[in-house]
């Protein structure tokens, strides 16, 4: 698309990211940080690759207190590996699972952080330890003079706040999803199935410009309370709701809100569930600002939604952030207490049961400014849309 940002990012881009990862390793007296997960990896270093959809290989990169990463990966990736700004790059040929890169990662670390090093690793919530337990037991033992801390803060605080040209690529890709939301009028019918119309969607993401659509659920009814489900067979009768929410992507970065529809007609109990959640997300953009916390958001929508007559939400949270991940840090939870500020990409998404059996959620994206949140997707109407 004409109007698209530019893909990747320059070298000074990823520089930022690892000279800030640095001084805050420094601060707590780490001497290296070793990632394994593919988001942590295509952050730091702009590799960027569907192959991490197979489970057979391990990938590492270690960011040193000084200097670029270095990237201790299989064969395969040496290739994609250096049309990075990476120039340390040390392969071995996978899979070996007898010693699946460790030995190399071990020598690697132990020369950035020396004898009796620091080595940060991300062990919080929402992070994982890509590589075989056997094999995390046997890196520990080549480095057993190297301290495991958990470094979840350091790559947490950094990926929650974005870049402009970060934002870009969201705001983009969240235009693309906008224009296709509305578009539904004039792409689904009833009579189709559940398949059909999602394999419509799908494909109408993919013609506007969207790169993948790795996440797409909803479902369609008089009501209904599973929103994640794969589609079915099921025909889309009139009176019915549909409920699309996808994570679509543009150049590894993703949009994540929902739409309703009803065709033909709605309930009085759907639309005024519609007006409801679109009132909570009124009220969770009008106090969003740098300085609130994620609980603030919390109560400020979970107040409309117990007015509306919730019977309630099982979901868990009301939002949370976004980014090269469908869902990242922050979750906006009643307990989550994180401290907002400007920078961070977040979606609203406060959801209600609003009769036995029927769930009504409303999803949008923002971007935290100085002076408020900015759409990035583009405001859902407050009256339910009707398909004719």
């Not at 990896?41 to 270095?70: A, K």
């Not at 899979?95 to 062990?123: K, Y």
């Not at 992070?127 to 470094?151: C, G, K, N, S």
Request: charged content about 25%; proline content about 7%; overall charge negative.
């Amino acid at each position: 698309m004409s109007d698209a940002p530019p893909r990747g990012f320059p070298v000074g881009e990823y520089e930022r990211r690892t000279a800030a990862a640095q001084a805050m390793l420094a601060e707590r007296r780490l001497d290296a940080l070793l990632l394994c997960t593919e988001p942590e990896v295509r952050y730091f270093t702009g590799f960027d690759t569907p192959f991490w959809q197979s489970p057979t290989r391990p990938w590492f990169v270690v960011v040193p207190l000084e200097g670029p990463p270095i990237a201790v990966i299989p064969g395969i990736g040496a290739p994609a590996m250096g049309e990075t700004w990476i120039r340390d790059i040390r392969t071995w040929p996978a899979p070996r699972p007898d010693n699946d890169g460790v030995s190399l990662l071990a020598s690697t670390l132990h020369e950035v952080a020396g004898t009796e090093g620091r080595v940060g690793v991300p062990m919080g919530h929402e992070t994982h330890l890509r590589m075989p337990l056997a094999d995390w037991d046997d890196l520990q033992e080549a480095t057993i003079d190297v301290a495991y801390h958990d470094a979840t803060e350091v790559v947490r605080s950094l990926r929650m706040h974005k870049s402009e040209l970060e934002i870009a690529k969201t705001a983009h890709v969240c235009g693309i999803v906008s224009d296709a939301f509305e578009g539904i009028p004039g792409l689904l019918s009833a009579g189709m199935s559940e398949r059909e119309a999602f394999g419509a969607f799908r494909i109408d993401l993919l013609r506007r410009g969207a790169d993948d659509v790795p996440y797409l659920v909803g479902a369609t009814g008089p009501g209904f309370v599973d929103v994640i489900r794969q589609p079915s067979d099921r025909v889309i009768g009139e009176g019915d709701l549909l409920m699309f929410d996808t994570g679509t992507v543009f150049d590894g970065y993703f949009s994540d809100f929902d739409r309703y529809y009803a065709f033909g007609s709605a309930d009085d109990g759907a639309r005024r569930a519609h007006e409801t959640v679109w009132d909570a997300t009124e009220a969770g953009l009008s106090m969003l600002r740098p300085g609130v916390t994620t609980s603030d958001l919390w109560a400020a929508m979970a107040e409309v939604l117990d007015a509306g007559g919730s019977l309630g939400n099982d979901v868990g949270r009301l939002g949370h952030g976004l980014g090269m991940q469908v869902t990242e840090w922050p979750s906006n939870t009643y307990d989550d207490d994180t401290v907002i500020t400007e920078g961070m990409v977040l979606t609203l998404e406060p959801g209600l049961v609003w009769a036995p059996g029927c769930m009504m959620l409303h999803e949008e994206n923002l971007v935290v400014r100085e002076d408020g949140p900015e759409l990035l997707s583009r405001r859902a109407p407050r009256e339910l849309p009707i398909v004719a």
